[in-house]
């Protein structure tokens, strides 16, 4: 574990700025925090607690995942995703924006969703679940907002925590769980926390704006399974801190198999 | 301009497997050959003679861009993409076919577009761009086709050379190249000619990979210069090293055009 921490440092300091990461033990892995409660600018890693709160009203009836909705040409916004790129007139279910909104980080689905499900709500959720720090404060692209000051915001350990008891089927109920994990494997962005793992094995939700670059999920092999979020921001150059995180990732997984080889 | 062959040939070698480069000059850049015609499995990168085709029939009016395909319940093909997630009986569009298919390397949506298209049409219009070495002969995740011994090719030089005539207007000519390049220029999979470039520089490419075997094909430019790049790489042990090194000779062909380092 000494040498865990030892590689996590050298590759922190690499990048320079604020390098948070935290690792939460769901099987036979371990917990692991460096700088982990340090509040960084969300980028799309917000979409997680967008998600969780999506399923909750579901769960609860208050709305249902096959409700179409269509998409319109305004609403749209540009960054990452394709639905501001598809046609006009498209019929699209929550579970459909759900999707999109995890596996291509759509921007478009996101906001659909946050007016869907309520901006105060996915912040009371997260606070009855006690994550102060996953805050949903603007919509994605308002930059108005993020001039203001205003701008959402995560913390590694409370993310990595949500996700393990995720993975565990303890944050909604398995159901609803089983569900969210199965929306995070079918991840296209798999470059960062997955670049140097092996294939499959991770769910995952990136996010990446401005200097911010972050990315949170489980891993899971035959052997173990762990929650992780690395986030950063301000660091010296992002294409090299993403290579650095993806370094970060294997390190992490190469402990965690280290331990279960004996 | 230094010559970039011993670095490209080094990073080659330390991959292992098969390694190819074409770089080609469209504006102050220049040509490079690294084993340039060797023909691989193409992966996704076979999706830039798709969407070619794609545009190429819009010209001759077969199809608009709003012509309606129904996403059928009952295909979901695996692999990258969205549409295999979405609720059966979405309706889309022809364009939206292409978006997805580029955006996303949807394998669904071209798979409706291989099926519109037809695979020898778009071999034909690549052989009649000269290249030998540009195949389509089956759908993807086609088990049947796979059995039958049928694949889908590239070459690294035709790919570059594609994507130089989409940049010229020369592939499907006029509108539809520039609708073809806005489309590739919307790529959300970047990554690996795009991640060690600096801010600056513009990507509009689209990857492939399958197995032991990973590509990136597009154009790149800034204010000051423009070229058209793939790579591909077959045969590796290591899926991250495949990545570093089309990630590293990508860097190698910028830093050399741009005069940097």
Not at chain 2, 201 to 215: C, F, L, S, W, Y
């Amino acid at each position: 574990m000494n040498d865990l921490r030892d590689g996590i440092e050298r590759l922190a300091q690499s990048c320079g700025g604020t390098v948070s990461v935290s690792v939460r033990d769901i099987s036979k892995a371990f917990d692991f925090s460096f700088n982990a409660d340090a509040p960084i600018v969300a980028a799309s890693t917000i979409k997680v607690p967008i998600m969780i709160e999506t399923l909750k009203q579901a769960r609860d009836g208050r709305i249902s995942l096959s409700t179409e909705y269509v998409l319109r040409k305004t609403g749209r916004v540009a960054g990452s995703g394709v639905i501001s790129q598809l046609s006009d007139g498209l019929l699209l279910t929550i579970r459909d924006l759900l999707t999109l909104m995890i596996i291509v980080s759509d921007n478009t689905a996101t906001n659909m969703l946050i007016d869907i499900v309520g901006m105060s709500s996915v912040n009371a959720t997260m606070q009855a679940m006690g994550y102060k720090g996953l805050t949903l404060r603007r919509k994605m692209y308002d930059w108005d907002a993020v001039a203001q000051g205003v701008d959402n915001r995560v913390v590694a350990a409370e993310m990595a925590d949500l996700l393990a008891r995720m993975a565990r089927g303890v944050l909604l109920g398995s159901e609803e769980d089983a569900l969210a994990l199965q929306i995070m494997r079918g991840q296209l962005y798999n470059h960062i926390l997955g670049l140097f793992l092996p294939e499959g094995v991770l769910a995952n939700k990136t996010g990446q704006v401005g200097t911010a670059l972050n990315d949170c999920g489980i891993v899971a092999t035959d052997q173990f399974s762990y929650a992780v979020a690395i986030f950063t921001q301000d660091t010296d150059c992002l294409g090299e801190t993403q290579i650095a995180v993806s370094r970060m990732s294997k390190l992490i997984c190469d402990a965690a198999a280290c331990k279960n080889c004996g | 301009m230094r010559d970039i062959l011993p670095e490209v040939d080094r990073m080659a070698k330390e991959l292992g497997g098969t390694v190819s480069v074409a770089v080609r000059d469209i504006k102050n850049a220049f040509d490079f050959n690294y084993h340039e015609n060797e023909r691989v499995w193409s992966a996704s990168t076979i999706k830039i003679p798709v969407l070619v085709e794609a545009v190429k029939r819009l010209g001759e009016g077969a199809v608009s861009l709003d012509t309606e395909f129904m996403l059928d319940d009952s295909d979901r093909t695996p692999g990258s993409g969205v549409l295999r997630f979405m609720h059966g009986g979405m309706p889309l569009t022809y364009q939206d076919l292409m978006v997805l298919m580029i955006l996303t390397s949807d394998n669904l949506a071209t798979n409706m577009l291989i099926e519109f298209l037809g695979p020898d049409k778009i071999t034909a219009t690549m052989r009649g761009f000269g290249y030998a070495g540009t195949e389509v002969q089956r759908k993807l995740f086609d088990y049947d086709g796979m059995a039958k011994g049928l694949d889908n090719w590239i070459a690294a030089a035709d790919i570059a050379d594609l994507c130089k005539r989409i940049y010229l207007k020369q592939a499907a000519g006029g509108e539809l190249d520039e609708l073809a390049l806005d489309i590739l220029g919307k790529q959300l999979d970047k990554e690996r000619l795009r991640v060690l470039l600096p801010e600056e520089a513009q990507v509009a490419n689209k990857p492939g990979e399958r197995d032991i075997t990973m590509h990136d094909g597009g154009l790149i430019w800034t204010n000051d210069f423009c070229y058209s790049i793939c790579v591909t790489t077959h045969g590796w042990q290591s899926r991250s090293d495949a990545y570093m090194t089309i990630a590293g000779i990508s860097k190698i062909v910028y830093d050399a055009v741009s005069g940097g380092k």
